[in-house]
């Protein structure tokens, strides 16, 4: 399988403090992006970093990525209830027109 | 804009029963997706349409067909129901191939198989 991995599986937080959750990969990508799925939901995106990209800003998500290591980091600042959700990367590869998700991070921001 | 619509919502299928997943996007996308989503396992691609007229494997295609209607419809049908196919199905489109491409999902198709 291709796919990515998130780390960790599940996450619980309080509100205000910082969440970190970390995709692996094993392939070079194209791009990689965060999805976001709240609960019997389909999925949202977040944010798209592309693999000349090291960092990328959007609101409060922080997005790395390290093309050397195979791996990227989401930061969710100043959490809320309502970030509450499962958060999934997915990767581009170089070749072909499919997407790889990683297996998600379930995160739970406790009020 | 309804973007990406799935029907039906949810369906119990005894084994050995056919049935299609139907998926329209109205946002003029190129491309569409049909993906599963099991526990543990994250979104495992099945089949996609880059472009009208054409389709593709993805990573679990076997007991799968589908058909790209037009630009905007594309469906998955499954032959003959197992109990491995109980699943949550989602129907994904972007305006170009995935490779640069962000996807828009629909809600999602819960099947049972019993």
């Known amino acids: 399988s291709q796919q990515g991995e998130e780390d960790p599986q599940a996450l619980s937080i309080q509100e205000g403090e910082n969440a970190t959750m970390n995709c692996s990969y094993k392939?070079?990508?194209?791009?990689l992006q965060w999805y976001r799925q709240n609960s019997g939901r389909g999925l949202v995106h977040l944010i798209l970093?592309?693999?000349?990209?090291r960092e990328k800003h959007s609101g409060r998500l922080r997005v790395t990525l390290d093309t050397s290591k195979k791996s990227s980091s989401l930061l969710i600042t100043a959490s809320r209830a309502a970030d509450t959700a499962s958060y999934f990367c997915?990767?581009?590869?170089?070749?072909?027109?499919?997407?790889?998700f990683g297996t998600g991070t379930s995160l739970t921001v406790i009020p | 804009n309804a973007g990406v619509t799935q029907t039906p919502k949810f369906q119990v299928l005894k084994t050995g029963q056919s049935m299609t997943l139907q998926c329209a996007q109205d946002?003029?996308?190129?491309?569409m997706y049909w993906y599963r989503q099991d526990p543990g396992m994250g979104l495992r691609l099945i089949y996609y349409?880059?472009?009208?007229?054409?389709?593709d494997k993805g990573e679990v295609p076997n007991g799968y067909n589908v058909s790209r209607l037009n630009k905007r419809e594309f469906s998955l049908r499954l032959e003959s129901a197992a109990p491995s196919q109980t699943s949550v199905y989602f129907c994904?489109?972007?305006?170009?191939?995935?490779?640069?491409?962000?996807?828009?999902f629909g809600p999602g198709t819960r099947l049972l198989v019993l």
């Open positions: 970093i592309r693999s000349n990209e």
């Open positions: 349409s880059a472009s009208e007229g054409t389709t």
């Open positions: 946002m003029n996308h190129n491309s």
């Open positions: 997915a990767t581009a590869h170089l070749t072909g027109n499919q997407f790889y």
């Open positions: 392939t070079s990508i194209n791009n």
């Open positions: 994904a489109s972007s305006e170009v191939a995935s490779g640069v491409g962000t996807q828009y």
